[in-house]
């Protein structure tokens, strides 16, 4: 895919994205912009040694079983809140109905947060 002057290739295979993110000698990041290294700095930006060092460090963080209870949060939100838009549109009975969606979202984070 071209992303402005500049080609761009989309991995969605996760054994080659393994493959990618572990020889950072063998598949170098592209030049990024200017912009880009100023409003995205830090662990995107680094290469080769430096990035595999905190690549290291953060690993652990994104094991299956912790990713599975980060992955719960957003569902049940989202369940929350489609059983919340549902409760109003019963309540009325009425076939059409105006919801303000945004007092559901406020509700729904409110929950979430406690």
Known sequence: MWLGPRPRVFIMEPD?????????????K???SPLF?????????????KWAKHRKI??????VE???VVCD??????KIMVNSINYMVNLDHVENCEI???YVIEFTTILTLI
């Open 16 to 28: 080659k994205i393994k493959e990618m993110t572990t020889k950072v000698y063998d598949f170098q």
């Open 30 to 32: 592209p030049d990024t």
């Open 100 to 102: 303000v969606v945004h």
């Open 37 to 49: 290294k100023l409003v995205a700095s830090g662990f995107a930006n680094y290469d080769g040694d």
């Open 66 to 68: 912790k990713m599975k």
């Open 58 to 63: 953060v690993s652990p963080a994104f094991n």
């Open 73 to 78: 949060v957003p569902l049940i939100t989202c």
